[in-house]
T-cell receptor, first 115, second 113 residues
Framework: DAGVIQSPRHEVTEMGQEVTLRCKPISGHNSLFWYRQTMMRGLELLIYFNNNVPIDDSGMPEDRFSAKMPNASFSTLKIQPSEPRDSAVYFC?????????????FGNGTRLTVT | DQQVKQNSPSLSVQEGRISILNCDYTNSMFDYFLWYKKYPAEGPTFLISISSIKDKNEDGRFTVFLNKSAKHLSLHIVPSQPGDSAVYFCAASGYFGNEKLTFGTGTRLTIIP
């Protein structure tokens, strides 16, 4: 059973460039989450989707960040233009939310470096 | 403003002894708490959880304790094993579910053989 799949694993880009991170959630899961991990702030929720619909994007830092979920098996997080302070590890996670316990399943993350 | 705080960035424990990881929260609306474990170059994995209606939950070597009045929870690992060396994240949710988890900054646990 494949877990959450993220690509690329590593991304190095120059300031000002567009960056697109990709995520394939676990089949059958109905919620998808994008998190960012930094040393100072730990894991921060950026946005989450339920049944492909964005529910809460209050964690998205700026208009430079956008996320889409065109179907149940794919999501993207885009940063345009990228800045050095965006350097972090970005995690995608999915779960089947039923109102009862349903742990998040995380991908292995994308390490983004903006120079 | 960090609503979930893990004040110890790192902890070293001898193999076989007890590891105690601590977590404090400030939001009284949190009523569901989880611990996640993370190895390098991997995503966090769920370890154990507790709802606010309980003060203790046990799963094998792992026990989570919740003190609602103090807004404090702790994870006990007994006995500690080398494979437990990882970063542990405390997380909290505002209702009985997993949406909008708020995570702490993590504690790096090192088990000394």
């Amino acid at each position: 059973d494949a877990g959450v799949i993220q690509s690329p694993r590593h991304e190095v880009t120059e300031m000002g460039q567009e960056v697109t991170l990709r995520c394939k959630p676990i089949s059958g899961h109905n919620s998808l989450f994008w998190y960012r991990q930094t040393m100072m702030r730990g894991l921060e929720l950026l946005i989450y989707f339920n049944n492909n619909v964005p529910i809460d994007d209050s964690g998205m830092p700026e208009d430079r960040f956008s996320a889409k979920m065109p179907n149940a098996s794919f999501s993207t997080l885009k940063i345009q233009p990228s800045e050095p302070r965006d350097s972090a590890v970005y995690f995608c996670a999915s779960s089947f939310v039923t109102g009862a316990n349903s742990p998040l399943h995380f991908g292995n993350g994308t390490r983004l470096t903006v120079t | 403003d960090q609503q979930v705080k893990q004040n110890s960035p790192s902890l070293s424990v001898q193999e076989g002894r007890i590891s105690i990881l601590n977590c404090d929260y400030t939001n009284s609306m949190f009523d569901y708490f989880l611990w996640y474990k993370k190895y390098p170059a991997e995503g966090p994995t769920f370890l154990i959880s507790i709802s606010s209606i309980k003060d203790k939950n046990e799963d094998g070597r792992f026990t989570v304790f919740l003190n609602k009045s103090a807004k404090h929870l702790s994870l006990h690992i007994v006995p500690s094993q080398p494979g437990d060396s990882a970063v542990y994240f405390c997380a909290a949710s505002g209702y009985f579910g997993n949406e909008k988890l708020t995570f702490g900054t993590g504690t790096r646990l090192t088990i000394i053989p």
